[in-house]
């Protein structure tokens, strides 16, 4: 027989089970549902802090930074995709392993929709489009599309749900994209009580539509209007800041966020702030805004996207914020926003010509992506 190799005499080393001691913070509860959310393990990104968010729209330009933001956090989030994983495989790393977890849906099946917030105390809906496709028509995404979202979220018990509007979404504006993204408001809260609506102005950033569409198209960018249009740009950043906070606490259910930057800018302005930043000038061309139109709806036959009639109507829109006094902003929840001369450099410094890539930034005492000089001998090495 031989002898038991576990039982020869030597010590068990143990380590002594560490005792966590748990505080208001690691306790979340929500008011509509009374669920209680306990965190497990320390805060960060290698913890679950309690919380499942299901976050539709997510590989869009927004959707990647609150995916971040939440993942980083230590939530629990539920990516759906349609079409290829590949959308969304991008997320994965946002958190710890296992904590993204891509889900396929279809925004008119319901079963899938239910899949993807039956374990979800969170639901944030990002789904937005300016332009229709053969598949999807602007009512089908922005009201059909947000009111069954919101009916199934909360009929399968979500606490808490977020819609992601537009600030000029009003049911008279000028374009179809805004008037149905004002219907899909008032289906939002009729469908889940205590919705939060958050409406954004122009958003800005890496993957924008905004500084990148004026440096890329440097040499020939179209406007209408001599580019009078009112802007209020924000920092995509800033947004996904925002909903974070929103989503976090408890005394902003039901109410309605209006996000914008407190200074007023022309599209024109714009366009000089981007020529003073890449050291070159943007040739912007004025087009009448009816030929413009009628432009983008030969385009619109075409089979791939190349421009539509419904962008070009958003191109003479204004941005004005809300009279509402019961509305809340940036102020409200505790956030500075970005500021346009400050912040846009990092986003669009690779549209300078080559010579200025080195140049540092103008405004003083700001430094973003200044590449630190190569040390020529051995007296430029600072230890």
Known sequence: MFANPLNRGFKVLTTPTKLVKRGKSDVTVRKATGKVLVGRGSYGRQSWNGQTATVFGCSG???????????????KVIVPYRGLSEYVRHLKPAGD?????PMEFDLRNPQQIEECVRHSDVVINLIGRNYETKNFSLDQVHVEGAQRIAEISHEAGVS?????????????AHSDVMVT????????????????IVRSATIYGYEDELLNNIGKHKHFYVTVDHAQQKLRPVCVSDIAHAIDIIRDNEETIGQTFELYN?????????????????HEKVWHINVPSKLLRLVAQIADI?????????????????????????????????????????AALQYIRHYRPFQHEEDPMEPKGYKAFRKTPVPVNNKDIVV
């Open 160 to 172: 808490r749900f977020i819609h992601m509007s537009n600030l000029s979404a009003k049911t008279n």
């Open 97 to 101: 392993l296992g904590m993204v977890i």
């Open 61 to 75: 330009f927004v959707g990647r930074y609150i995916v971040a933001r939440l993942a980083r956090e230590g939530t």
């Open 302 to 342: 075409l089979p791939y996207h190349y421009t539509s009639h419904h962008e070009v109507d958003l191109m003479s829109i204004n941005e004005t914020p809300s009279t509402d006094k019961s509305i809340q902003t940036f102020t409200d929840l505790g956030i500075q926003p970005h500021t346009l001369e400050l």
């Open 181 to 196: 993204k004002a219907f899909g408001e008032h289906r939002v809260r009729e469908s889940f009580p205590g919705a939060n």
């Open 262 to 278: 407190p200074k007023e800018y022309t599209r024109k302005e714009i366009i000089e702030l981007v020529e003073f930043f890449i």
